[in-house]
């Protein structure tokens, strides 16, 4: 049933005849408002993950002058509130160790100000789950507005992937097959625009996820960042969020377990990044769905890849993805296998946003019948290394690793294991298994992006561009090659990797699912009783807090206490 205007939640700030509502109106007025601006309207705050340090997200001062251009044309009153950006290529260590303080930041932002409704504006990495798990909590109407993809990249005539193509030209360089004047022209010419990585990294992985869930505008995700229909979408944003908060249109309707399997669904089609499994865990966690690396494996094993976009593709980038249908025309291909009747922002069930989606290049988005990769993009591990799971790529690494045994070269850190690797002279094969461990969520700290271990320059040398890697990191969603991420437990608590020593035979069965060290039980029980724990990395402030609460990856590496399951969240604030 529709609201009126006495039962918006911003009416407890603005309606009452007292002191303290007089005081927020005033406070309005001093801005430059007048009553009849705000006065009987759903407000609908802007959350932007806008600043200078975040190159994927330099449209969005546009495009928040865009939304409030739809709100004001329904009849609300936006207000733009900027939050954490937490941009993936200058924050260090890692974003990932501030992804739980943007989801804390949103759900106290929204819960805070008199907000009726909410657009979300992210793209980057870690800004699409952060502003949903802070979203879900709050429980305000929200719709996400996705970054969208920069354009293709460029460099003497030849299309360049972000990312993917850094990691590629990088080897060659350090084979000596690169000059300087050609690695600075890719330097110039890999990321020629506004917007989130054009191949299907994480930041497309996880628009492409919420889009699939129902939080974002049909096909959303799939709209070039610089294309006038992003301004088009922009300010759709705005004029649907007003209809939201009328109808009370919140996240507990939309998020379900229906929804997020299809989430999940369409992660494994489109070639997800091995940074959905965490992501995507820990958004359904806070919305009270037990989502494990079982319940995604499984999904794995039935779900092809069709999206041929790069890194797991051949050739195409997200730019192709769009002009080919984009992910409405992706989803068509795989009805029998989502939930059709799933809610979504714009009050229509899934099954009713996908009529009339065409693909229009049956390369780029491949028939069921002709699917890029048999299987999903994810496979889950267990086994005496990861007894609580490790997460690998098939389609992205070269299928003679998918059942592999060899020595281990070991690394405790990514100094040691930088040095090492660039020695020539190296004492390694083809048949080594590269380990770094103390990368995890709290090793790293934070688990950074190192899973895609450098190739040791001695195997560049030779030829050899692919290798066994294992870590408890995680791996850029750009990136490819057999590594196997986000061993659970991870070693800096002691988890099995911690035992692993140089020379222990490790084998890998991945049709079996399997990940073991062929070391005695004995012997490991001895290496456990001498080994010690590595002293505490923070003494104070928000790192000594994220240490005593994140969980692990296969929980989602979300804090404990902000899981559903943790307590109820909270009520309303008081006004007084």
């Known amino acids: 049933m529709r609201k009126s205007a006495d039962q918006l939640r911003s009416a407890r700030w603005f309606a009452p005849d007292d002191l303290r509502s007089f005081g927020h109106r005033s406070r309005l007025m001093q801005l430059g408002y007048s009553e009849a601006d705000f006065m009987g309207k759903p407000v609908i705050g802007i959350l932007n993950t806008w ?99 920069m354009l293709r990249g460029n460099y003497a005539g030849k299309p360049l992937g972000s990312g993917s193509d850094a990691w590629k030209y990088w080897d060659e360089r350090r084979a000596g097959n690169v000059t300087d004047e050609q690695w600075q022209g890719l330097q110039g010419g890999i990321a020629r625009s506004a917007g989130v990585c054009m191949t299907m990294g994480t930041a497309s992985t996880m628009t492409a996820i919420v889009d699939a869930m129902g939080l974002t505008l049909p096909g959303a ?123 979504t922002v714009n009050g229509k069930t899934l099954g009713e946003n996908l009529e009339g989606a065409v693909v229009y290049n049956d390369d780029v988005i491949r028939p069921l019948s002709n699917p890029v990769y048999h299987e999903g993009s994810l496979a889950v591990l267990r086994g005496n290394l990861c007894p609580d799971g490790a997460v690998i790529k098939p389609a992205a690494c070269d299928p003679k690793y998918y059942r592999h045994q060899g020595p281990a070269l070991v690394y405790d850190s990514y100094a040691e294991m930088k040095a090492a690797i660039d020695d020539e002279n190296l004492d390694v094969t083809p048949d080594h298994v590269l380990v770094l461990r103390n990368a995890g969520p709290l090793g790293g700290p934070g688990m950074p992006e190192w899973g895609m271990l450098p190739i040791p320059k001695a195997l560049i040398k030779q030829g050899h561009r692919d290798m066994l890697r294992i870590s408890d990191a995680r791996m850029s969603g750009t990136s490819y090659g057999a590594c196997v991420l986000h061993v659970a437990p991870e070693s800096y608590i002691g988890g099995p ?41 923070f003494e104070r402030g928000w790192g000594w807090m994220y240490s005593k609460h994140v969980t692990q990856a296969d929980k989602g590496c979300d804090f404990d206490f902000l899981e559903r399951g943790f307590g109820a969240a909270a009520g309303e604030p008081d006004i007084y």
């Open 221 to 343: 995700s799939s709209i070039p960042a610089v294309d006038s229909a992003h301004q088009r979408m922009s300010a759709d944003c705005g004029r649907r969020i007003v209809d939201m908060a009328w109808d009370d249109l919140t996240p507990a309707h939309i998020v379900t377990e229906a929804s997020i399997r299809n989430g999940a669904i369409v992660a494994m089609a489109t070639g997800c990044s091995t940074n959905a499994v965490v992501h995507l865990i820990a958004m359904a966690r806070r919305a009270g769905v037990d989502l494990s690396l079982d319940d995604l494996d499984a999904l794995g094993r039935t779900t092809p890849l069709l999206a041929n976009v790069r890194p797991n593709g051949q050739g195409y980038l997200m730019e192709d993805f769009y002009f080919a249908g984009g992910l409405r025309a992706l989803m068509t291909q795989i009805t029998d296998r989502l939930h059709l009747g799933a809610i």
């Open 51 to 149: 600043s200078e340090l975040n190159a994927c997200h330099s449209h969005f001062p546009e495009r928040v002058e865009a939304v409030k251009r739809g709100v004001l044309a329904a009849g609300g009153f936006p207000v733009e509130l900027p939050t954490l950006s937490v941009d993936e290529s200058f924050t260090k260590p890692t974003s990932m160790l501030y992804r739980n303080l943007l989801a804390m930041e949103a759900e106290e932002n929204i819960r805070s100000h008199p907000l009726d409704g909410v657009v979300l504006m992210g793209g980057c990495d870690k800004t699409t789950p952060g502003l949903v798990m802070g979203g879900i909590t709050a429980n305000v109407p929200m719709i996400y507005l996705p970054a969208g993809p």
């Open 497 to 537: 990797l911690a035992l692993l020593r140089t020379g222990d035979i490790v084998k890998l069965d991945l049709e079996n699912r399997r990940l073991d060290m062929l070391v005695a039980e004995d012997e490991l029980e001895r290496r456990r009783a001498a080994w010690t724990p590595p002293a505490p990395r």
